[in-house]
């Protein structure tokens, strides 16, 4: 079975600060990759996804992803965080060979940034 | 537009009682998702329709689980029996096509407890 790794589950950063959220699955075949964010009280949304070309996905908000196969790792980044950046951000990734439209999500980062 | 509703937000259940929970998709969406999510974890899939058809329903913890999408639409998420282990947010969403890479979109989510 898939398995996601976030390892870390808690990120305190400064305004302006540089973000790279780590994310690691164990599958080895052809995947899709997606990063989820919930802001306070708000709905799950997609921040971005992956799924087949260049291996460097740009978001929403200034956010990137780079899939990287050999290291099995999808990892999240923003070159300078704000404070409205504060949310939980969620790595999922599903198998499309097995027609597999089930994602399997990691357990989250919670991101605090001060202002 | 209109993005995807649940009802009730919140459900407070007896130990032993059924609750049932509802999702409004977006309109015209063709694939449904159910989710569990626990405190401090990422959702956990419990099972998904393609219109009114239940293609995966192995997430469903035990039988007392039973989810329906009869007319291709709304859908209903019924727990029997409740028990304190259920107590979780239930998340819904839906997206547009029946490809594996395609976007869902999440309701707000509904938090049982069960005493």
């Known amino acids: 079975a898939q398995s996601v790794s976030q390892h870390n589950h808690h990120v305190i950063l400064s305004e302006a600060a540089s973000l790279e959220l780590g994310c690691n699955y164990s599958?080895?075949?052809?995947?899709?990759l997606f990063w989820y964010v919930q802001y306070p009280g708000q709905h799950l949304q997609l921040l971005l996804k992956y799924f087949s070309g260049d291996p460097l996905v740009k978001g929403i908000k200034g956010f990137e992803a780079e899939f990287i196969k050999s290291k099995f790792s999808f990892n999240l980044r923003k070159p300078s965080v704000q404070w409205s950046d504060t949310a939980e951000y969620f790595c999922?990734?599903?198998?499309?060979?097995?027609?597999?439209?089930?994602?399997?999500f990691g357990r989250g980062t919670s991101l605090i940034v001060h202002p | 537009g209109a993005g995807v509703s649940q009802s009730p937000r919140y459900k407070v259940a007896k130990r032993g009682q059924d609750v049932a929970l509802r999702c409004d998709p977006i309109s015209g969406h063709v694939s449904l998702f159910w989710y569990q999510q626990a405190l401090g974890q990422g959702p956990e899939f419990l099972t998904y329709?393609?219109?009114?058809?239940?293609?995966?329903k192995s997430g469903l913890p035990s039988d007392r689980f039973f989810a329906e999408r009869p007319e291709g639409s709304v859908s209903t998420l019924k727990i029997q029996r409740t028990q304190q282990e259920d107590s979780a947010v239930y998340l819904c969403a839906s997206s547009q096509r029946d490809i594996t890479f395609d976007t869902q979109y999440f309701g707000p989510g509904t938090r049982l407890t069960v005493l």
């Open positions: 999922a990734v599903n198998e499309p060979a097995g027609g597999s439209y089930i994602p399997t």
């Open positions: 329709f393609q219109n009114e058809a239940q293609l995966d």
């Open positions: 599958y080895g075949g052809t995947v899709n």
